[in-house]
């Protein structure tokens, strides 16, 4: 998947937003935005966070702050902040659309056919020896 890049007017606006959290610190704008960019992507590729591309910094070290954020609350308020703002639905994360394993849609199911095991150094066609 290709990068995700937050147009500055977009980015105004998020930080205008996360800079009205008083709980929040925001850094370097530079490093900010660059983790709202990985989370986009995240959110967008479905990837497990260890496939997170390097430049969007350590794959742990932004987990790490997107667990902080969870907690505090500031996707849910960043979600009803952006709401109506047509220019953020771009931002707007869905939490409705999860990925599922094809099996969960109802795609027909692989059947292996149990078949007997022969005994450990058994060879087709022996005799098995009683004693």
Request: net charge positive.
């Amino acid at each position: 998947m290709s990068t995700i890049e937050l147009r500055n007017d977009q980015w105004s606006k998020v930080l205008e937003f996360l800079r009205s959290c008083p709980d929040l610190y925001v850094g370097g704008e530079v490093d900010c935005k660059r983790y709202i960019e990985a989370i986009l992507w995240m959110a967008r590729s479905g990837a497990p966070w260890r496939l997170l591309p390097k430049h969007y910094g350590n794959w742990n070290s932004v987990y790490k702050r997107f667990a902080r954020w969870c907690d505090k609350g500031i996707w849910e308020r960043m979600h009803q902040y952006f709401i109506h703002d047509p220019d953020m639905e771009y931002l707007i994360i869905d939490s409705t659309i999860v990925r599922a394993h094809p099996c969960a849609a109802g795609a027909s199911k692989k059947t292996v056919v149990n078949r007997p095991r022969l005994l450990a150094g058994a060879e087709v066609g022996s005799v098995q020896r009683s004693m």
